[in-house]
């Protein structure tokens, strides 16, 4: 047969099903494959019926031979071991400029191992987080594509063509940068994403604790949010599943085991921040919520045990619920500022030209993230592509300020009510750390050169320069290296 095909795709799950399915709606030929065959039949004959665009193969030989050179397959199969051994399986079957396109959500460090690795075999390597579940993947995805420059031209097309766009028509999919910058972006949006996720659902303890609202009456707050600062797809879902109700009239909601689950993006980003030194603590605490959650035995018998303050809320509920509004949208900022913080501190460390302005526009729509904020985030990086922290552009630290009484209620009220609060506490600790200009680290330093001669810089002194106290006046002059872990 002719080779006619624009791209391939290998794995129908619902994402690669979907993704087909799109790619065949904007006028692109794609060949299905899959390692159980049955399934290429089953997805031609089912949903793929009627698309003349979609055709199947039964070998990797038959789907090479339908594609036009240069060729492109993508892979949708699960991360890690699956993906090395799909390349592996496809390279005796392509030939130099020929390309593979990881669409899972690989780590990063994989697909920059990866992406040398084909490149070292003449052909080109691209991962590219695809955000947006499986609606997302048949009408519209959030898409962030890196890894070797010169294939960017030649999937640029299918990929923009296939990606949602933002209200004004730009395509939300650009190049993040070379080797693992697409699939870092994706993992610092699912980090975001974890942390979004927290904030709302601490919202909605305080509202349900607190002021003992029923479901309907916080599906009628989050209507209300939603049309405002806080508009966005996480807030709309959340909205609807405060209202959702089974067959027998109630609420799913309160049917659901407390317990959460994750795959791992979100712990990646804790990670690397740890590895790349930047406080992104909302998210590594959204991590750490989820793994508490999971521990719902231990919390059953230590609630028999233990014992703290009951939330009796007797002052201005309208005013309270406005107050938490604020609060969640000030964490917000701050799960966003560290985030792009953490990507700015990537950038340098694995050279990558990253455009911060344009992930922003990436996420405005089809992504899990997607929401109004993001526009402004644009906006910012726009106004100025240096900026160092979204916290120091005029809008955002303007928001924070006006927030920042209704922040610190909230939080207090939490704490002094025993509801946990992880994130939004967190969050305004980063922010009041982050603005002080003096920290306590300065005894820090003085009992790491006690105990371990680790040194320390002096305020009189440049950077830089170290010095060692001997405070016991037993352990002589000779000071431990200085590192950094």
């Excluded at 003349?52 to 892979?75: D, F, T």
């Excluded at 609807?240 to 795959?263: N, S």
Aim: aromatic share 10%.
């Amino acid at each position: 047969m002719e080779p006619t095909a624009d791209i391939a795709l290998i794995g129908l799950a619902v994402m690669g099903q979907n993704l087909i399915l799109n790619m065949s709606d904007h006028g692109y030929k794609v060949v299905a494959f899959n390692r159980t065959v049955s399934k290429v039949d089953d997805f031609l004959n089912d949903a793929a019926k009627g698309h003349q665009n979609v055709i199947g193969a039964h070998s990797l030989e038959e789907m090479v031979g339908l594609l036009k050179r240069p060729r492109k397959v993508m892979l949708m199969v699960k991360a890690g071991a699956a993906v090395d051994e799909f390349i592996e399986t496809l390279l005796p079957h392509l030939e130099s400029g020929d390309m593979i396109i990881d669409g899972g959500n690989s780590h990063f460090p994989d697909t920059i191992r990866r992406t040398k690795y084909l490149e070292s075999k003449g052909m080109m390597y691209v991962g590219t987080g695809v955000s947006g579940g499986e609606e997302g993947a048949r009408f519209g995805p959030s898409m962030m594509p890196g890894g070797s420059a010169k294939a960017w031209p030649l999937v640029k097309g299918i990929f923009q063509a296939i990606c949602a766009k933002t209200p004004d028509g730009a395509p939300c999919c650009d190049w993040m940068g070379e080797d693992g910058a697409g699939h870092y972006v994706k993992m610092v949006h699912n980090g975001i994403e974890y942390g979004d996720m927290q904030t709302i659902c601490e919202a909605y303890q305080l509202l349900k604790e607190g002021l003992g609202m029923s479901n309907q009456e916080m599906h009628d707050v989050l209507n209300e949010w939603n049309k405002g600062e806080l508009d966005s797809y996480l807030i709309e879902i959340t909205r609807d599943i405060l209202a959702y109700k089974d067959e027998k009239g109630d609420y799913v909601v309160d049917k659901i085991l407390d317990t959460a689950g994750q795959k791992g993006t979100g712990k990646w980003t804790s990670v690397s921040s740890l590895d790349l030194g930047i406080p992104v603590t909302l998210i590594g605490e959204a991590v750490y919520a989820r793994c508490l959650s999971a521990l719902k035995e231990d919390r059953v018998a230590a609630s028999k045990i233990l014992t703290g303050p009951k939330f009796q809320f007797a002052g201005d509920r309208k005013a309270f619920v406005e107050d938490i509004r604020q609060a969640l949208l000030a964490s917000k900022l701050v799960s966003y500022a560290q985030g792009f913080m953490l990507l700015r501190e990537a950038a340098k460390e694995y050279h990558w030209n990253l455009n911060y302005g344009g992930i922003a526009l990436v996420w405005r729509a089809g992504c899990i993230i997607r929401s109004a904020f993001l526009s402004k985030i644009k906006e910012a990086f726009d106004r100025d592509g240096a900026l160092s922290n979204l916290l120091l552009d005029p809008y955002f630290h303007g928001v924070i300020d006006r927030c920042q009484p209704s922040w610190r209620r909230v939080v207090a009220q939490a704490v002094a009510a025993g509801v946990p609060a992880p994130a939004f506490t967190t969050a305004l600790s980063f922010f009041d750390g982050y603005r002080s200009e003096r920290l306590p680290a300065n005894l820090l330093q003085a009992q790491r050169d006690y105990f371990g001669a680790h040194t320390y810089e002096r305020i009189d002194q440049p950077r830089g320069k170290f010095f060692h106290t001997n405070w016991t006046g037993k352990g002589g002059n000779v000071s431990s290296s200085t590192y950094s872990v």
